[in-house]
């Protein structure tokens, strides 16, 4: 009865206009991102995150870079979208909406 999409071992677009990045969920808790358009086109890392699940196809995704960044997504694969909310080294923030898109 369930159809939950299947992300580990995908890849998939989040598309923040300005913003965007290609994130392929190698694991339940690695993912590698890699910068799609801005000043860090090309720029790529792969992190170790912590998955939660609010429902199925939900999910609270967050983990730090090692420029000292915190990164927390709420991606919804169901309505192809994630939000993101990022706390840089200088503790800055920026939050963002955008479109998820399966690559």
Same mark, same amino acid.
């Not at 369930?2 to 923040?16: L, T, V, Y």
């Not at 808790?29 to 358009?37: D, E, G, V």
């Given at each position: 009865?369930?159809?939950?999409?299947?992300?580990?071992?995908?890849?998939?677009?989040?598309?923040?206009?300005?913003?965007?990045?290609?994130?392929?969920? $190698?694991?339940?808790?690695? &993912?590698?991102?890699?910068?799609?358009?801005?000043? #860090?086109?090309?720029?790529?890392?792969? %992190? /170790?995150?912590?998955?939660? $699940?609010?429902?199925?196809? &939900?999910?609270?995704?967050?983990?730090?870079?090692? #420029?000292?960044?915190?990164?927390?997504? %709420? /991606?919804?694969?169901?309505?192809?979208?994630?939000?993101?909310?990022?706390?840089?080294?200088?503790?800055?923030?920026?939050?963002?909406?955008?479109?998820?898109?399966?690559?």
């Amino acid at each position: 009865m369930e159809n939950k999409i299947e992300i580990i071992g995908k890849k998939f677009k989040a598309d923040f206009g300005d913003y965007a990045f290609e994130l392929y969920f $190698e694991s339940e808790t690695q &993912l590698t991102w890699t910068a799609l358009a801005d000043s #860090s086109l090309g720029d790529t890392e792969t %992190v /170790q995150i912590t998955r939660t $699940e609010i429902r199925p196809d &939900l999910y609270m995704v967050y983990w730090k870079e090692k #420029s000292g960044a915190r990164v927390t997504h %709420v /991606q919804d694969f169901e309505n192809n979208t994630v939000y993101t909310n990022i706390a840089d080294a200088g503790h800055n923030f920026l939050n963002l909406k955008g479109a998820l898109t399966p690559l």
